[in-house]
T-cell receptor, first 117, second 118 residues
């Protein structure tokens, strides 16, 4: 079975300051992990993905995330927030072998990021 | 990545009517598509897995007679909400999956369809 927990439902930062969105996962098998962003009334855009290669993953728009197996975490970071980063962010897990959830995506509850001028 | 379209982007209908939503994979063939539902200010919940040429697989708690899925071709899956009621109002999103060791279960999402049932 797989699950994902986003530890903060809302995060508020000032423009130019660092962003940290926290995510913990649970998976019975080797997981793939993703971060997606959703702007209001829009579809989902992939920010970055971990697929068992390098544990530090760089994505679009300056975002990156580090896969830490010992901590079962996949936190999303950005050194300097921009106003256009304001959106909802979803951490997603998918199992890569066996089980009834193989290949399916399980979404976290989402974190709304607000960026203040 | 894959380009996925949905039609319509927004639909308003009366209670009791049926609504069909189309999901198209524009630049590659997809044997598997997924349908998700997103309630306001909530996360995405997988409704069903749409398999080309066979019956869809529904998640627990999803009424298959209520949400009819047809995946008749490698580029098109449809979701029909039958006898819609106000509680069916939601944002419906489809996705397609690329299979391969590199992309490992990555899915590409359509822009979503906002359904409002009056």
């Amino acid at each position: 079975a797989q699950s994902v927990t986003q530890l903060d439902s809302h995060v508020s930062v000032s423009e130019g300051t660092p962003v940290l969105l926290r995510c913990n996962y649970s998976s019975s098998y080797s997981p793939s992990l993703f971060w997606y962003v959703q702007h209001p009334n829009k579809g989902l855009q992939l920010l970055l993905k971990y697929t068992s290669a390098a544990t530090l993953v760089k994505g679009i728009n300056g975002f990156e995330a580090e896969f830490k197996k010992s901590e079962t975490s996949f936190h999303l970071t950005k050194p300097s927030a921009h106003m256009s980063d304001a959106a909802e962010y979803f951490c997603v897990v998918s199992e890569n072998a066996g089980g009834t959830s193989y290949g399916k995506l399980t979404f976290g509850q989402g974190t709304i990021l607000t960026v203040h001028p | 990545g894959a380009v996925v379209s949905q039609h319509p982007s927004r639909v308003i209908c009366k209670s009791g009517t049926s609504v069909k939503i189309e999901c198209r994979s524009l630049d590659f063939q997809a044997t598997t598509m997924f349908w998700y539902r997103q309630f306001p200010k909530k996360s995405l919940m997988l409704m069903a897995t749409s398999n080309e040429g066979s019956k869809a697989t529904y998640e627990q708690g999803v009424e298959k007679d209520k949400f009819l899925i047809n995946h008749a071709s490698l580029t098109l899956s449809t979701l029909t909400v039958t006898s819609a009621h106000p509680e069916d109002s939601s944002f419906y999103i489809c996705s397609v999956r690329l299979v391969g060791t590199y992309v490992r279960n990555e899915q590409f999402f359509g822009p979503g369809t906002r359904l409002t049932v009056l």
